[in-house]
């Protein structure tokens, strides 16, 4: 458990710690939404059901043809507050890690949940078919 919550933590960058969690509660996800457009934006909105201290963590998978349903592999792109429902416009650090997008093509998302204290919630997985 120590080094599951310090790892996030310090993924996040905040400080390691050795104290107890004070509360192992952590947000659902919720519903986030992205959109990805090939000539256009991809954006993530995050549904903010958490608290101003927590933290949502999102993450992208690399392109993937239409027929992929599941996804394993993802890339830790970034995070904002838990309470945030602000679009986040992914558009540049995407391509910058994975190229341009082509229609048709499916990208996979994950928003994760993590309280102020590092205890890591229930990630919301899902995707968008490029436009």
Request: no cysteine; aromatic share 10%; net charge positive.
């Amino acid at each position: 458990m120590y080094v599951s919550i310090n790892t996030q933590l310090l993924q996040l960058g905040a400080a390691a710690t050795i104290a107890v969690p004070a509360s192992n509660v952590v947000a659902s996800a919720g519903v986030p939404t992205l959109t990805a457009v090939h000539a256009g934006a991809i954006t993530l909105t995050p549904a903010g059901l958490g608290a101003m201290a927590d933290y949502q963590v999102y993450s992208f998978s690399a392109p993937q043809s239409s027929g992929v349903s599941s996804m394993k592999t993802f890339w830790q792109a970034g995070h904002v507050a838990g309470n945030s429902v602000v679009a986040i416009v992914a558009t540049a650090a995407y391509t910058t890690q994975f190229g341009p997008v082509v229609v048709g093509q499916r990208i996979f998302f994950k928003v994760t949940p993590v309280n102020q204290y590092g205890v890591t919630g229930t990630p919301y997985i899902s995707f968008a078919t490029v436009t």
